[in-house]
């Protein structure tokens, strides 16, 4: 009878426990990512929802749609939908109105009874009043646009979305009428 075990024995032992081992370390790893994903796509939701009230509540009829587009007040007339705002109510979340039409798809009918907006949330702490998408992509990701990519800004914020770093929200808003 023989006592102990082989060398083979034991490398094929080491082997097996290294591949379980390292198989579990991936499962824990992929589950944090995961967790974290899914904890930014909350906190956008909540504050895409609680952003969505603070504009029905600013929203004032007789302005075109197109007055949405950027910050989502028509209070700003200079705000653009190239670049995120941030949103004070909830620290390092940004954001930015890229859509807003009549419930005919028009831009320009500032008799529009309900305005439907596409909002674009980020939730990633960033410092500034607002921060163009050129220097999201650039500076802070770090992303090249693809060769033959005609609107890099768009680009952008699909490759957003696709990450999951980023949230589309749409919502329609009945303004207050213009006469009160």
């Known amino acids: ?35 974290a994903e899914a904890d930014t796509l909350v906190r956008c939701s909540l504050a895409a929802e609680s952003l969505i009230e603070d504009i029905r509540l600013d929203a004032k009829g007789g302005q075109a749609p197109s007055a949405w587009l950027g910050d989502g007040f028509t209070a700003s007339p200079d705000a653009a939908a190239d670049r995120l705002y941030p949103y004070t109510a909830s620290p390092g979340t940004w954001y930015v109105v890229e859509t807003a039409t009549d419930a005919a798809g028009n831009a320009g009918n500032t008799l529009a009874s309900t305005i439907h907006l596409g909002l674009l949330v980020l939730h990633k702490p960033l410092t500034g009043d607002s921060v163009t998408l050129d220097e999201l992509r650039t500076r802070i990701l770090r992303w090249r646009v693809p060769a033959g990519v005609a609107d890099p800004d768009a680009w952008t914020r699909d ?22």
Do not use: K, Y
């Open 1 to 35: 009878m023989r006592r102990g075990v082989t060398l083979i024995e034991l490398l094929v032992a080491t082997g097996i426990f290294v591949t379980g081992f390292t198989a579990i370390a991936a499962l824990f790893t992929a589950g944090t990512r995961l967790r």
């Open 159 to 180: 490759e957003l979305v696709a990450r999951g770093i980023a949230l589309r929200m749409d919502a329609v808003v009945v303004p207050q009428p213009s006469w009160r």
